[in-house]
């Protein structure tokens, strides 16, 4: 008897089987869902593993007006919830379609269509962040960020991860690269200050904070900045300025008073040198004549 190992089916990404979940295509009339129901607008709370964090309120409003108008046309995708949260009842915790349950409470809405479907945590954080993607409604952070849960929280690789949400391999490893920024390149990527591609090249970086100041000031595109980088790495380091002698500091200062000009000393081992700063022939005649007089 043969002991040949039967291969393992691969796994369907998340992005082209979401529709399934919902029992049809996700583009039928409502109507046709098959599994939708109706249920109290307050029965639903959001979800904990929703990866977007910020809803735009002329997004949300338009919504709501088009809601007003021709109703919910996909039914909100939840799964059974514990029944206490903060001490009121809810029935469901919302999975898909955070955008489209704000903008109907937005639009006076009592209940709304869902499909339920028994989740576990790890597929509940996947479909929201296949959802958004495809609609490409997160920031690179919220990106990167919901990736991160899913490796660290529920042991997903790289590998399998962009097999799950539709993405290369090289696109999780560079979007996860953006949470080792400095918070400051983080706060300006997600004001949008800065774009991803602004701040993939800031991580060859040697000073990523302080160039993202300058790229930002001199409002360089994404090609600037990485030629940017690449400047300054191959630049030789800058030898670190000793501190001045205090003594050496009074005295540039007395002889600035004394002569009226800017006094530079350089003391070295033996010796050293002293440097008057004119700005005017009107100001080297007068050291001149100071000069010769004694």
């Known amino acids: 008897m043969s002991d040949a190992v039967v291969p393992r089916p691969k796994r369907a990404p998340l992005g082209r089987g979401l529709a399934a979940l919902f029992g049809e295509t996700g583009t039928r009339p409502l109507a046709e869902f098959g599994g939708a129901r109706t249920v109290p607008i307050e029965s639903i709370r959001p979800s904990p593993f929703q990866p977007r964090r910020h809803f735009g309120e002329e997004e949300l409003e338009g919504l709501a007006q088009s809601i007003r108008d021709k109703g919910i ?54 479909i929201a962040l296949v959802e ?33 949400v539709g993405k290369s391999r090289s696109h999780v490893a560079n979007t996860l690269r953006l ?86 000393l350089s003391p070295k081992r033996r010796g050293g040198s002293l440097t008057l700063h004119y700005s005017s022939l009107d100001q080297l005649d007068r050291v001149l004549a100071l000069l010769r007089r004694q």
Do not use: C
């Open 132 to 164: 958004n993607l495809q609609r490409e409604d997160l920031s690179p952070l919220e990106e990167a960020e919901a990736y991160s849960r899913l490796m660290q929280e529920f042991g997903r690789s790289q590998a399998v991860l962009a097999e799950a």
């Open 179 to 264: 949470l080792s920024l400095p918070a400051p390149v983080r706060r300006q990527l997600e004001d949008g200050a800065l774009s991803a591609g602004h701040a993939r090249a800031l991580l060859a970086a040697s000073d990523p904070a302080s160039m993202a100041g300058e790229v930002v000031r001199r409002g360089l595109n994404v090609r600037a900045t990485e030629a940017l980088v690449r400047r300054r790495a191959a630049e030789p380091p800058r030898r670190p300025t000793k501190p001045r002698d205090a003594d050496t500091v009074a005295l540039e200062a007395e002889l600035a008073t004394a002569l009226g000009l800017r006094i530079t």
């Open 73 to 126: 046309v996909q039914p909100l995708l939840v799964r059974p919830a514990e029944n206490v949260v903060n001490g009121s009842g809810t029935d469901f915790e919302l999975i898909a379609g955070e955008r489209r349950w704000r903008a109907a409470q937005r639009a006076g809405l009592h209940e709304v269509p869902v499909v339920v479907r028994a989740l576990g945590d790890a597929e509940a954080l996947e």
